[in-house]
């Protein structure tokens, strides 16, 4: 018979328990066209990350990517991929939880994204497209330095109203 140590229970955990794709859409709405003429591309990409808490130590981040793609200022093709995972994540502070969510876990799911995308834009007839790597730390990171430039402009003023 095994007991769980006092150690053990607060040990941090870290488990993917499962990587899908939530969303899919694609389209290439000036097609047969577009295979017609010079092939010039020209790549916008968003990405964003959302997390929300399941249950219990148990979390979905969903790495949303949006890729536009025109040729001679038209349209080539739009592939949206919402590619998601489950983990279970415990005993974290609140701090190094949301690192986890908003930058570990989308580093995990981006080459996920990344071969939807370039499997997709294959099967609709175009030159394969490889997403350069996503530093997700620096975003985070980003994000964070917003965050706290925001909290620090808004100030409140005698008359009660914030500015």
């Not at 994540?89 to 908003?102: A, D, F, K």
């Not at 995308?117 to 990171?141: C, E, M, W």
Request: net charge negative; proline share 6%; hydrophobic share 35%.
């Amino acid at each position: 018979m095994t007991t769980n140590s006092p150690a053990t229970d607060t040990a941090p955990q870290f488990e993917i328990q499962r990587i899908f794709v939530k969303d899919l859409s694609y389209e290439a709405p000036n097609t047969p066209h577009t295979f017609t003429e010079e092939w010039k591309p020209e790549v916008q990409l968003n990405l964003e990350t959302k997390s929300n808490r399941i249950q219990d130590n148990v979390h979905e981040v969903v790495l949303s990517v949006t890729a536009t793609v025109t040729s001679s200022k038209k349209s080539a093709f739009l592939i949206e991929v919402h590619q998601a995972g489950i983990f279970l994540i415990s005993n974290l502070p609140n701090e190094q939880l949301h690192q986890m969510l908003g930058s570990f876990c989308p580093n995990i799911l981006f080459p996920y994204v990344r071969e939807v995308i370039s499997d997709i834009i294959v099967r609709g007839g175009f030159p394969q497209l490889l997403l350069a790597p996503v530093n997700f730390d620096a975003l985070y990171t980003q994000h964070l330095q917003e965050q706290k430039k925001t909290t620090e402009t808004t100030t409140t003023t005698g008359d009660g109203n914030i500015h």
